[in-house]
């Protein structure tokens, strides 16, 4: 690492413009299942219960309750949570394959809680599509076929959809299987046509509903960097679903976790490793090495009478590991600089601090 480190290359995240229009948008989104549900979003007593005290006065169920974020152009937005934390309704929720009981869905500017059939299958085949666990793939079809259907559906030509098709296949690395069938693939090379499938349609967004967590451990990472290396290549907007933690760090740009329905807390990974919202976020945290996760942004100190102010400089967004062979190698500080402006400075203390564990939380 030189003293101007240049750090490994970073996925493409959302948009730094403050102001640019979310591609989704969400506002008071609640789902309830059970008799006269859409009761429950609107009364202020039956809000305040638990799940067990709703079901027991009212025998409903609240999925979602009262959530709101946004989804930035060009961001992988993490929702997470353990079985029955509302992570999957949500997400269906997004896409009207679950009606809303309450709120918006706003995608693009349009809220699509009123749209209509021909509207929704519209949006479904041109602006959004889903990755779900079970791949779905049509047996009787080769995988250039599967790729292609939907591109078929909207009734493009054969010999365009196909040329799309091919595209997408060599995209996702599956050059070579075009004329293969499903059940002659892996787990993980059915997953990779099903993520073709998505691609096809050149969709605004991607939503992933746990789409690898039926996938071995070894081939689940492989796809998980595939994500990784579709998302730097076309910059797809992508809402992804997951329980697992470690695939939310290594791909959201944001994580949203979820418990019992309600939002925990919102942010990015190292905001959630580094300050966590309360002692259920930070029970999932506290395995998590802290050192592949917090940047040198969250370590840094003010400069002190005495500290030497002509060490080496490196960027507030480089992770603590990627800088420690450097701040180490130092004989003075190094200091954390951005467009020119001195933000602070981090010595071989607060390195070997966050490496040994010994950071709790920083705030």
């Known amino acids: 690492m030189t003293t101007h480190t240049e750090v490994p290359p970073q996925r493409r995240g959302p948009s730094d413009d403050p102001d640019s229009t979310p591609v989704v948008s969400v506002r008071g989104l609640w789902k309830v299942f059970g008799p006269k549900a859409d009761r429950v979003p609107h009364s202020e007593e039956l809000r305040g219960l638990t799940r067990r005290e709703l079901m027991d006065r009212t025998g409903c169920t609240a999925a979602v309750r009262d959530v709101h974020f946004d989804v930035a152009p060009g961001e992988v937005f993490v929702v997470m949570g353990l079985s029955g934390s509302g992570k999957s309704t949500l997400v269906r929720c997004l896409t009207r394959l679950i009606e809303p009981t309450a709120g918006e869905v706003v995608f693009e500017g349009e809220d699509i809680s009123g749209a ?168 999932f945290v506290k395995d998590v090495p802290r050192g592949d996760v917090l940047t040198l942004r969250w370590i840094m100190r003010p400069p002190q009478d005495g500290d030497a102010l002509d060490g080496p400089e490196l960027g507030p967004d480089v992770v603590v590991r990627e800088a420690t062979r450097a701040v180490l190698a130092a004989d003075r500080p190094v200091k954390v600089v951005q467009d020119g402006e001195l933000l602070g400075i981090v010595g071989d203390e607060e390195i070997l601090a966050v490496v040994a564990g010994r950071d709790g939380d920083i705030r």
């Open 116 to 283: 209509d059939a021909a509207r929704l299958r519209e949006l479904r085949r041109r602006k959004f599509s889903m990755v779900f666990q079970h791949f779905g793939l049509l047996p009787h079809r080769r995988v250039v076929d599967n790729v292609a259907f939907g591109l078929e559906i909207r009734g493009m030509s054969r010999g365009d959809r196909l040329r799309r098709a091919q595209e997408v296949v060599e995209l996702v690395g599956l050059a070579g299987y075009e004329n293969a069938y499903p059940d002659q693939l892996s787990g993980g090379m059915q997953q990779r046509v099903g993520l073709a499938r998505a691609l096809a349609g050149d969709p605004d967004v991607l939503f992933f509903d746990e789409p690898f967590s039926a996938l071995d451990p070894l081939i689940r990472r492989d796809m998980q960097s595939e994500v990784v290396r579709l998302h730097r290549e076309v910059g797809k907007t992508m809402v992804f679903i997951t329980h697992d933690l470690s695939e939310a760090l290594k791909l959201g740009d944001r994580i949203l976790i979820m418990r019992d329905g309600r939002t925990v807390q919102c942010g990015t990974g190292d905001a959630l490793v580094g300050a966590p919202a309360d002692d259920y976020v930070r029970e």
